[in-house]
């Protein structure tokens, strides 16, 4: 049987510097064959250039890391962009979103917006909720 991992990061922003490699390490020590991975931060808000690490570390071990585009809905359109792009030319598989650390509850239009556009395409949605967004 295969394990997937379905929620890890991998980031090289302070003080959350978390290689790939690191990981691969981790995942082999458990057994587990794949990980989905995403950054901590939410991208283009947070850090403009936060899916480049998730990119470089997919093709460096493209058997055994699915990428997840964690996007800022603020951004609107650029999210958007951002999200078929990495879907279409780099194999990402689903989206990351994080209605707590962007300050964007999940039902605003610009969450919405970027949910539909990954559900309309049948990416997975990833919601972080740790507390009552309502």
Request: aromatic content about 8%; proline content about 7%.
């Amino acid at each position: 049987m295969e394990i997937i991992d379905s929620h890890t990061h991998v980031d090289n922003v302070e003080p959350w510097v978390d290689p790939p490699e690191k990981l691969i390490g981790l995942m082999d020590e458990a057994n587990i064959q794949k990980a989905v991975i995403m950054t901590y931060c939410d991208t283009p808000i947070a850090k403009e250039d936060g899916l480049d690490y998730i990119i470089a570390s997919v093709k460096k071990f493209p058997d055994r890391l699915i990428g997840y585009a964690r996007l800022h809905p603020q951004a609107k359109q650029k999210a958007i962009a951002l999200l078929e792009e990495v879907v279409r030319d780099h194999r990402f598989m689903g989206l990351k979103f994080h209605p707590e650390s962007n300050k964007t509850r999940p039902y605003h239009e610009a969450s919405l917006a970027l949910i539909r556009k990954a559900g309309g395409a049948e990416y997975p949605d990833f919601v972080s909720l740790r507390r009552r967004v309502a």
